[in-house]
T-cell receptor, first 114, second 117 residues
Framework: EAQVTQNPRYLITVTGKKLTVTCSQN?????MSWYRQDPGLGLRQIYY???????DKGDVPEGYKVSRKEKRNFPLILESPSPNQTSLYFC?????????????FGPGTRLTVL | AQSVTQLDSQVPVFEEAPVELRCNYS??????LFWYVQYPNQGLQLLLK??????LVKGINGFEAEFNKSQTSFHLRKPSVHISDTAEYFC???????????????FGRGTQLTVWP
């Protein structure tokens, strides 16, 4: 089944404790991105990647890192999480960066930083 | 950055009633337009998209949307809703592929549709 998977689905952590949220897709998609969803703000893009070893900042990149060493994986790293990073995070992928392509979303990771 | 405005944050309706969820965008150039739906505790999935051609676009689950260039709107409609349509709906805009907007997708803040029996 074609899908985007994220792990973990739920995470409660404390300020300053490094964490990684994994994202993997099995559709051989080139383009992957991370969004955060906050009430009343919709989805905002954190980082995106057009292909292996090619990443760039979205609208809200502060406090986050990403890497794209393999085509299928695009982990999101929070080196020193803070409470304002408490949010619902979505990974998405699409065939290429062409704007017509549908983005496929993972099920989301709900992160709470205490 | 592109601006996408969803005019209603909450839309309550009764089952079998028609519904319209409004979306306006700000752009003087051609954009691609999307509606995504998010069911409770799930990721987003594509309902429909407008790329070019006919301004009336049909999507899954009986939804349709009409692109109006002069009013820069892309409202979503369904003639008769079901309880299972209860979800959050997001309008999104993809600007022309150039520079910093390459491959980007900009979302509105979402409209929560609640269908009551």
């Amino acid at each position: 089944e074609a899908q985007v998977t994220q792990n973990p689905r739920y995470l409660i952590t404390v300020t300053g404790k490094k964490l990684t949220v994994t994202c993997s897709q099995n559709m051989n998609h080139e383009y992957m991105s991370w969004y955060r969803q906050d009430p009343g703000l919709g989805l905002r893009q954190i980082y995106y990647s057009m292909n292996v070893e090619v990443t760039d900042k979205g609208d809200v990149p502060e406090g986050y890192k990403v890497s794209r060493k393999e085509k299928r994986n695009f982990p999101l790293i929070l080196e020193s999480p803070s409470p304002n990073q408490t949010s619902l995070y979505f990974c998405a992928s699409s065939l290429s960066r062409l704007r017509a392509n549908e983005q496929f979303f993972g099920p989301g990771t709900r992160l709470t930083v205490l | 950055a592109q601006s996408v405005t969803q005019l209603d944050s909450q839309v309550p309706v009764f089952e079998e009633a028609p519904v319209e969820l409004r979306c306006n965008y700000s752009s003087s150039v051609s954009v691609y337009l999307f509606w995504y739906v998010q069911y409770p505790n799930q990721g987003l999935q594509l309902l429909l998209k407008y790329l070019s051609g006919s301004t009336l676009v049909k999507g899954i689950n009986g939804f349709e949307a009409e692109f109006n260039k002069s009013q820069t709107s892309f409202h979503l409609r369904k003639p008769s809703v079901h309880i299972s349509d209860t979800a959050e709906y997001f309008c999104a805009v993809s600007p022309p592929d150039r520079g910093s907007t390459l491959g980007r997708l900009y979302f509105g803040r979402g409209t929560q549709l609640t269908v009551w029996p």
